[in-house]
């Protein structure tokens, strides 16, 4: 029987699985491995959402199938947060869907919206999702850059003068995952007139809204009066409230999008399980004390990896958004490439950071560390990479 399918041989090896083996591996060996690779949240969420949790599950009613686009309560609670956090009015009946994490959520949107050879503007380098997701459903990617700046106008200029078919989805992921750079409300603005000009919908990962620093406030696309004629956004429960694990994320804007992606899903799957809605609802209808807390947690992270690992040899660019840090090769290692660097740290001094090339091969040269280990630890890792930067390259 034929084994060669096709969507199979659009996707290439996933390079940041190749490293979360080895890690894996040497965990099995009983090393001691300091994980920076992976973003996902060391801290329990709530309290009073893990009771709302074990509560709904008590009850005999509330293990029959759920609702796929998410319970009325939870979507009207993400409305409500849209208000509260971005002074935007949002329909929960026809303007919200909720999504088993942003990823499963810009996967069904791909689905829902792409035909074969379809042109996707994504940046580059991206979250693999943003590229993947559209790939597997048979579009085209054509890379424009992730740093806002005039280049990125330039490019999108250029995609829709010279590609053929013209582009129909811009992706746009700002507090940016991998590189953690943020944007203003007049890059939205732009960006805003610009999909309507050229009749583009705009999908906007808001992942990590909440986890700016330096007191500035990460906007939305939403924000733009306008916007919704043109964008969906996505946001995730994962590092806002530490709730990686229950996969709970939402789908907001534009009503066509929305009802798009709604349909797909309603053949997919029937929702996440109904006790973990309502204990999603908890989070975002309760007390907002974690938010802040975790704000506050990944920047004392980020000044101490800074200064740890900057005492090491290695300068870290302080991120000013995000729990990861976006940084080149340290000096004399630029050459190895950033997937054999982070196979060497794993092995010679036991910290597990993303290789770059995982997220494009803009990402070359660079390496993602997810701020999710305690200081104690990131000090231990700054110490166990300064000796293997002081043996250099031998052996490579």
Request: proline share 8%; hydrophobic share 40%; with cysteine.
């Amino acid at each position: 029987m034929d084994t060669d399918f096709y969507r199979m041989k659009r996707l290439p090896p996933y390079v940041i699985a190749e490293v979360n083996a080895m890690r894996h591996a040497a965990r099995q060996e009983g090393r001691d491995i300091i994980d920076l690779g992976m973003g996902n949240p060391d801290q329990p969420p709530p309290p009073h959402v893990i009771e709302k949790l074990c509560e709904v599950a008590m009850r005999p009613t509330a293990h029959g199938y759920s609702q796929s686009r998410g319970i009325p309560g939870l979507r009207k609670a993400q409305a409500n947060y849209y208000g509260r956090r971005f002074d935007v009015d949002i329909d929960p009946e026809s303007e919200v869907v909720v999504t088993m994490g942003s990823k499963e959520g810009l996967a069904s949107l791909a689905t829902a919206i792409t035909a074969p050879g379809d042109v996707v503007l994504a940046p580059n380098p991206s979250y693999p999702i943003h590229t993947f997701g559209f790939i597997i459903a048979g579009a085209t990617i054509r890379s424009v850059p992730a740093t806002p700046d005039e280049t990125y106008w330039k490019a999108l200029e250029a995609a829709m003068a010279y590609t053929v078919p013209r582009p129909s989805v811009l992706v746009v992921n700002y507090p940016s995952n991998p590189t953690a750079e943020v944007v203003d409300l007049a890059f939205y603005e732009r960006l805003v007139a610009w999909a309507k000009e050229n009749r583009v919908w705009i999908l906007s990962d808001l992942a990590y809204s909440e986890l700016y620093f330096d007191g500035k406030p990460t906007p939305s696309i939403l924000q733009v009066p306008g916007a919704k004629d043109v964008a969906v956004e996505f946001t995730s429960m994962s590092k806002t409230y530490s709730m990686a694990g229950w996969r709970m994320g939402f789908a907001v804007g534009n009503r066509d999008l929305i009802a798009a992606m709604t349909r797909v899903k309603s053949y997919l799957d029937y929702g996440a399980f109904t006790p973990v809605q309502a204990a999603a609802c908890a989070a975002l209808n309760g007390p907002q004390d974690i938010v802040e807390s975790n704000r506050a947690l990944y920047h004392r992270r980020r000044d101490v990896m800074v200064e740890a690992f900057g005492r090491a040899g290695w300068n870290i660019p302080p991120p000013v958004a995000s729990m990861f840090a976006w940084a080149k090769l340290p000096p004399g290692f630029e050459g190895m490439g950033s997937l054999e660097f982070s196979k060497r740290l794993l092995t010679e001094a036991d910290v597990a950071v993303a290789a770059g090339v995982g997220y494009g091969e803009e990402g070359e040269g660079h390496v993602r560390i997810a701020m999710v280990e305690n200081e104690q630890r990131l000090r231990q890792a700054a110490r166990n990479i300064k000796r293997f930067l002081a043996k250099g390259t031998e052996g490579a």
